[in-house]
């Protein structure tokens, strides 16, 4: 039993901290988010060129291979920057979805142009009707002749409008809700009969309605096995989900640490008003709700590769409820504690909350978990 | 990083679980699990089976007798023996005052008084605090006025844990009353025999008796038992609360009374279905166990670090009573109106009556009321609190 890193990881994680630290200030960021792309590729190129956009792939597809302890290295980090650039959709999602599903030979298109930064993801999951449900899949993918015919409406893809390559979940079979009859595609953004209508997030990250309508892909274009996509599905959100959590403890502490900051400095009654109790007692609890939470990203950074499914699914369902409730606390605390200017969009505080409220809504909130942590028993 | 248990901590885990398993009474495991009444005798008995075997202070130095495990192993033991529902080690001698003694005490004080800890020949109370002295422990107001080869002692001790079996209590005192009040504070050795010393018991919430005032009435103490200099008991306090630190998050107890408690909703019905599967209830449960599985993390990265422990350590202080106070809650939220009937009689291991109820409700709500305690003694949650945020925050 042990906690310590080591020194390549350690590396990895200073080397990204100073980077983020230095080039990727609260001016910097908004600067970043401005215009319509909503990130840099500049960022972008130095993410690749540091080694992190293949962090988590096998040296064979131009990775690192890295173990899932990397990439929450990776998050923590980017959360304590509220880092927009599209890591989670490209590498972490999308990357895991085509890592674990693809052929060979997907993989080999694929991943070593991500690690590269050459190529954007974005995954495809969830629907109008679905909230947080995998297996609930109305897009169908009709089989024609060699290849397949897509139809249907995909709800809040993350970065969806600047992803070269889509990572869809439609039906091949069965009914709206059922486990089987599930396929993965792999196909352009450009394809013709997707349409895309992007928009903001409250966090200042870019996402997108899809529709599709008549969308004809080839054989080629299906990821893994026709019909039983749920099983592989789940375990990349799995790991998507301990990302979250891993990015969630950076920001937490991020927030903390400029929580704890003001209340040193700010002035009232003519003594600092960290120095009463009623806020001393508050500040405490943001910290040990961060501890806390931390505990479970770790245990879930770990078990997420768990061969029993079950044991990944209720640790990583743990670590999510946990974030998700400490992670609404923190942000609520922090923006009470800095008084007027918690709630000012000139301090980065609020946009902290709001990246950790955001967190709790992707891929499954406090709710949904529950739900799972039960039926995972 | 790596999560796992290492193969020798695994086998040791192994070797503590058998030992346990075929050493714990029975009808001691049974009052625990059941939650009856414990007695003295219940303590004495495993603790000495734990001195036979050489485990009973594994937190002492080897030269005394301890174990010279690691903090994991520790942990492990803890967590073995919690889970497995054999008492607690009764903490005020072997884990309170023997590390006092054995850093500051007197030649004497060693050769006399750490092998009858050791062996529970010796039942040992707490004297810290007073009527008007609780979390302001420094407080203290219990005077020790030298008179010769003796202290005499007036003053009142309180919340004395099963002050009514001590055979000795430690106790903070005031040797000087003209300087700084942490500086006139000395720490004590009194035989719970002398005459002038009165135990009046407290009856808490559940009608137990587990606490007691201590009355001193011009008691006799041999110089020979103050520990280490006059005036720097302040000093031996603060050591002794900063000494014991891992088994303060009682993960092995939590995990046993959440089983327990699980087991319990899963036989109750709500609607013609067993409680636990209520998603409200059932949630609430969740909750709890998230909670307690952080805890745990969080207890062995405080183990892990290579560093000794720090003011961190409230953290479990903290978490680790929300966590015991929440099961408590909602085992007696589980059982619903069989909370009501108060049997204090039926706590009785030897009680043969007819019992109102499942067995399992019969305690429900005095462990919950009784469970009040946790998040107050051992310094209140609010001091640790207050700890935590001068110490780590620096507010």
Same mark, same amino acid.
Request: net charge negative; aromatic share 8%.
């Given at each position: %039993?042990?906690?310590?890193?080591?020194?390549?990881q350690?590396? @990895?994680?200073?080397?990204?901290?100073?980077?983020?630290a230095?080039?990727?200030?609260?001016?910097?960021?908004?600067?970043?988010?401005?215009?319509?792309?909503?990130?840099?590729?500049?960022?972008?190129?130095?993410?690749?060129?540091?080694g992190?956009?293949g !962090?988590?792939?096998?040296?064979?597809?131009?990775?690192?291979?890295?173990t899932?302890?990397?990439? %929450?290295?990776?998050?923590?980090?980017l959360?304590?920057?509220?880092?927009?650039?599209?890591?989670?959709?490209t590498?972490?999602?999308?990357?895991?979805? !085509?890592d674990?599903?693809?052929?060979?030979?997907?993989?080999?298109?694929?991943?070593?142009?991500v690690?590269?930064?050459?190529?954007? &993801?974005?995954?495809?999951?969830g629907?109008?009707?679905?909230?947080?449900?995998?297996n609930?899949?109305?897009?169908?993918?009709?089989?024609?002749?060699?290849?397949?015919?897509?139809n249907?409406?995909k709800a809040?893809? &993350?970065?969806?409008?600047?992803?070269?390559?889509?990572?869809?979940?439609?039906r091949?079979?069965?009914?709206?809700?059922?486990?089987?009859?599930?396929?993965?595609?792999?196909?352009?953004r450009?394809?013709?009969?997707?349409?895309?209508q992007?928009?903001?997030?409250?966090?200042?990250?870019?996402?997108?309605?899809?529709?599709?309508? $008549?969308v004809?892909?080839?054989?080629?274009?299906?990821?893994?096995?026709?019909?039983?996509?749920?099983?592989?599905?789940?375990?990349?959100?799995?790991?998507?989900?301990?990302? #979250?959590?891993?990015?969630?403890?950076?920001? %937490?502490?991020?927030?903390?640490a400029?929580?704890?900051?003001?209340?040193?400095?700010?002035?009232?009654?003519?003594?600092?008003?960290g120095?009463?109790?009623?806020?001393?007692?508050?500040?405490?609890?943001?910290?040990?709700?961060?501890?806390?939470?931390?505990?479970?990203?770790?245990?879930?950074?770990?078990?997420?590769?768990?061969?029993?499914? $079950?044991?990944?699914?209720?640790?990583?369902?743990?670590?999510?409820?946990?974030?998700?409730?400490?992670?609404?606390?923190?942000?609520e605390?922090?923006?009470?504690?800095?008084?007027?200017?918690?709630?000012?969009?000139? #301090?980065?505080?609020?946009?902290?909350?709001? +990246?950790?409220?955001?967190?709790?809504?992707? #891929?499954?909130?406090?709710?949904?978990?529950?739900? +799972?942590?039960?039926?995972?028993? | 990083?790596? &999560?796992?248990?290492?193969?020798?901590?695994?086998?040791f885990?192994?070797?503590?679980?058998?030992?346990?398993?075929?050493?714990? =009474?029975?009808?001691?495991?049974?009052?625990? @699990?059941?939650h009856k009444r414990?007695?003295?005798?219940?303590?004495?008995?495993?603790?000495?089976?734990?001195?036979?075997?050489g485990?009973?202070? =594994?937190?002492?130095?080897?030269?005394?007798?301890?174990?010279a495990?690691?903090?994991?192993?520790q942990?492990?033991?803890?967590?073995?023996?919690?889970?497995?529902?054999?008492?607690?080690?009764?903490?005020?001698?072997?884990?309170?005052?023997?590390?006092?003694?054995?850093?500051?005490?007197?030649?004497?004080?060693?050769e006399?008084?750490?092998? +009858?800890?050791? *062996? *529970?020949?010796?039942?040992?109370?707490?004297g810290?605090?007073?009527?008007?002295?609780?979390?302001?422990?420094?407080?203290?107001?219990?005077?020790a006025?030298?008179?010769?080869d003796?202290?005499?002692?007036?003053?009142?001790?309180?919340?004395?844990? &099963?002050?009514?079996?001590?055979?000795?209590?430690?106790?903070?005192?005031?040797?000087?009353?003209?300087v700084?009040?942490?500086?006139?504070?000395?720490?004590?050795?009194?035989?719970?025999?002398?005459?002038?010393?009165?135990?009046?018991?407290?009856?808490?919430l559940?009608?137990?008796?587990?606490?007691?005032?201590?009355?001193?009435?011009?008691?006799?103490?041999?110089?020979?038992?103050?520990?280490?200099?006059?005036?720097?008991?302040?000093?031996?306090?603060?050591?002794?609360?900063?000494?014991? +630190?891992?088994?303060?998050?009682?993960?092995?107890? *939590?995990?046993?009374?959440?089983?327990?408690l699980?087991?319990?909703?899963?036989?109750?019905?709500? $609607?013609?279905?067993?409680?636990?599967?209520?998603?409200?209830?059932?949630?609430?449960?969740?909750?709890?166990?998230?909670?307690?599985?952080?805890?745990?993390?969080?207890l #062995?990265?405080?183990?892990?670090?290579?560093?000794?422990?720090?003011?961190?350590?409230?953290?479990?202080?903290?978490?680790?009573?929300?966590v015991?106070?929440?099961?408590?809650?909602?085992? %007696?939220?589980?059982v619903?109106?069989?909370?009501?009937?108060?049997?204090?009689?039926?706590?009785?291991?030897?009680?043969?009556?007819?019992?109102?109820?499942?067995?399992?409700a019969?305690?429900?709500?005095?462990?919950?009321? $009784?469970?009040?305690?946790?998040?107050?003694?051992?310094?209140?949650?609010?001091?640790?609190?207050?700890?935590?945020?001068?110490? !780590? @925050?620096?507010?």
């Open positions: %039993m042990d906690f310590i890193f080591s020194d390549e350690q590396q @990895l994680r200073d080397s990204l901290q100073k980077y983020i230095k080039e990727y200030g609260f001016e910097a960021r908004k600067a970043i988010i401005a215009p319509k792309q909503g990130f840099s590729d500049k960022v972008w190129a130095q993410f690749a060129d540091m992190l956009l !962090v988590a792939f096998d040296e064979a597809h131009g990775g690192f291979s890295g899932s302890v990397d990439t %929450m290295l990776v998050m923590t980090e959360g304590r920057g509220i880092v927009v650039e599209p890591y989670f959709s590498v972490v999602l999308g990357g895991s979805l !085509v674990l599903a693809g052929s060979e030979a997907q993989k080999q298109a694929v991943l070593p142009e690690a590269q930064g050459k190529l954007l &993801l974005a995954a495809a999951l629907e109008p009707d679905s909230r947080y449900e995998l609930c899949v109305e897009t169908t993918a009709r089989r024609d002749g060699a290849g397949y015919v897509l249907g409406h809040v893809v &993350l970065h969806g409008e600047s992803a070269d390559k889509l990572v869809v979940s439609a091949t079979a069965g009914g709206a809700r059922e486990a089987k009859g599930i396929s993965l595609f792999l196909l352009d450009s394809a013709a009969g997707v349409a895309v992007a928009y903001r997030t409250i966090d200042g990250m870019r996402a997108a309605e899809i529709r599709f309508s $008549n004809k892909v080839g054989a080629d274009a299906v990821l893994g096995e026709t019909d039983n996509a749920l099983p592989v599905l789940e375990r990349a959100a799995d790991f998507a989900v301990s990302a #979250l959590c891993a990015e969630a403890v950076g920001a %937490m502490e991020a927030l903390n400029a929580t704890f900051e003001y209340l040193k400095t700010r002035q009232q009654f003519g003594r600092p008003i120095s009463f109790q009623a806020l001393q007692h508050r500040a405490v609890d943001m910290m040990i709700h961060c501890e806390q939470s931390r505990s479970l990203a770790l245990l879930a950074s770990v078990k997420v590769q768990s061969e029993d499914p $079950n044991e990944r699914k209720r640790t990583v369902s743990a670590a999510k409820i946990h974030i998700g409730r400490s992670g609404r606390a923190i942000g605390e922090a923006i009470q504690l800095h008084g007027g200017m918690g709630v000012s969009n000139e #301090l980065a505080a609020g946009h902290y909350a709001k +990246r950790l409220a955001m967190i709790n809504a992707t #891929l499954g909130d406090v709710e949904h978990h529950f739900e +799972r942590y039960a039926s995972a028993a | 990083m790596d &999560l796992n248990y290492t193969k020798e901590e695994q086998a885990r192994e070797e503590v679980r058998s030992f346990v398993h075929d050493n714990l =009474p029975k009808d001691i495991a049974d009052k625990v @699990l059941h414990l007695g003295k005798d219940d303590w004495v008995r495993w603790q000495k089976i734990l001195f036979k075997k485990w009973v202070a =594994p937190n002492w130095p080897k030269e005394y007798g301890g174990c495990w690691t903090p994991i192993q942990h492990i033991f803890d967590e073995e023996c919690g889970y497995a529902g054999a008492p607690r080690v009764m903490p005020f001698g072997l884990v309170m005052v023997a590390p006092v003694i054995q850093h500051f005490g007197s030649k004497w004080q060693k006399y008084f750490l092998p +009858r800890i050791l *062996s *529970s020949e010796d039942w040992w109370a707490q810290y605090s007073e009527p008007g002295s609780g979390s302001d422990l420094a407080s203290v107001k219990t005077r006025v030298r008179q010769g003796h202290y005499i002692v007036d003053g009142q001790k309180t919340w004395t844990t &099963l002050g009514q079996y001590a055979d000795m209590i430690f106790c903070l005192v005031r040797t000087d009353t003209t700084k009040k942490q500086e006139g504070i000395s720490f004590l050795l009194i035989d719970m025999k002398s005459p002038g010393i009165t135990v009046r018991p407290i009856i808490t559940d009608e137990e008796h587990e606490v007691n005032e201590v009355f001193f009435d011009n008691v006799k103490v041999p110089a020979a038992n103050l520990v280490g200099d006059e005036g720097k008991g302040w000093t031996y306090a603060k050591f002794l609360l900063g000494h014991e +630190r891992t088994g303060i998050a009682r993960v092995g107890e *939590s995990k046993r009374e959440l089983e327990q699980k087991a319990i909703a899963g036989k109750q019905l709500r $609607n013609g279905k067993p409680l636990i599967e209520d998603p409200r209830f059932r949630d609430r449960v969740t909750a709890v166990e998230v909670e307690l599985m952080a805890l745990e993390i969080t #062995l990265r405080v183990l892990s670090s290579r560093t000794k422990p720090g003011p961190e350590a409230s953290i479990l202080k903290i978490k680790g009573t929300d015991q106070q929440a099961l408590t809650e909602l085992t %007696m939220e589980a619903g109106p069989y909370a009501l009937p108060f049997r204090p009689e039926a706590r009785d291991a030897a009680w043969k009556g007819e019992p109102v109820g499942p067995e399992y019969a305690s429900a709500a005095a462990v919950y009321f $009784n469970y009040r305690k946790t998040s107050i003694y051992g310094g209140s949650n609010e001091i640790q609190r207050n700890i935590i945020s001068q110490m !780590v @925050l620096g507010l």
